[in-house]
């Protein structure tokens, strides 16, 4: 049987006891706070790196992956670990090239031990491709059979961001007007979005007036995103929002075939832009 290592990034969620349980390495991306660099997981957690953000008047700047580090786990994994084969899991190649590339650079060395997959998703999308990739692997699994599956599952992910403000918009330059911030305030607008394949995040008809029009929105946009006779395994991110992602998982348990389901922190690199009460959708056809 194959010995099989798992390395992905930090655009991915997964609780951490499972990334210890299976091994998996997360790859960190880099935050800068007053012009520190901080890479996720590793010189900052993601319960520190958003206390920090409360605090920040300033969206903090990130940075991707450095190719050094993939390819120090690479080596790391082959080298030293005898593992006879890395999965590579990125961030959808449409949302960040430069992580995709950063994959390419560090696996080209290794290019008959390595596989990259491009999840064209992120957050619990991307967790979950890892951990079926890890699972398959302890099923005694082939790395084509492995990859033959997986590409199978990605056909029918799903993933749903919803947040409350335009606050970190605002922080981070991409929204101009604070006259339209505080109206969207007023008038209690709770913006929704959609991933849709390769990876691109859609603006859908956004919640209204309370958090519950929010999560009662994303869960309809899931159902109707999902296939009812497909057998799910599903992870919902918050950023300070654990009730409405425990609401989220019993509604979606009552209306589709879940097989198990997991609750996380969001991943700093989506939740800095989306900023407190973020909730995040996410959906994997189950594979083992």
């Not at 390395?7 to 991306?29: F, M, W």
Request: net charge positive; glycine share 6%; with cysteine.
């Amino acid at each position: 049987m194959l010995k099989i290592r798992v390395i992905t990034d930090s655009a991915a969620d997964l609780p951490e006891e499972l990334l210890e349980r299976y091994n998996i390495v997360k790859i960190p991306h880099i935050v800068f706070f007053e012009n520190k660099p901080w890479k996720l997981g590793v010189d900052i957690s993601v319960d520190d790196f958003y206390d920090r953000l409360k605090e920040s008047d300033f969206l903090p700047s990130s940075s991707n992956p450095e190719p050094l580090d993939f390819l120090n786990e690479i080596k790391t994994s082959l080298d030293e670990l005898n593992y006879n084969h890395v999965f590579c899991v990125s961030v959808a190649k449409n949302l960040s090239s430069s992580t995709f590339l950063s994959i390419r650079v560090a696996a080209k060395e290794y290019k008959d031990k390595v596989t990259i997959i491009d999840t064209e998703s992120a957050s619990g999308v991307q967790g979950l491709v890892a951990l079926a990739i890890a699972e398959l692997a302890e099923q005694g699994k082939t790395v084509e059979e492995i990859k033959e599956l997986i590409e199978k599952a990605k056909e029918k992910y799903y993933l749903n961001v919803g947040f409350h403000t335009l606050d970190n918009v605002y922080k981070s330059g991409r929204l101009k007007s604070k006259i339209i911030l505080n109206l969207t305030k007023l008038i209690g607008i709770k913006p929704i979005a959609e991933m849709e394949r390769p990876g691109s995040l859609e603006s859908r008809l956004p919640g209204f007036f309370t958090n519950r029009s929010m999560l009662n929105r994303l869960t309809k946009l899931a159902i109707k995103g999902t296939d009812g006779s497909t057998i799910y395994d599903m992870v919902i991110c918050h950023v300070n929002n654990l009730k409405g992602a425990q609401i989220i998982i019993k509604k979606l348990e009552k209306k589709r075939k879940i097989n198990r389901s997991f609750v996380t922190l969001a991943t700093p690199i989506i939740g800095s832009n989306t900023g407190m009460g973020t909730i995040i959708v996410s959906l994997l056809p189950n594979i083992s």
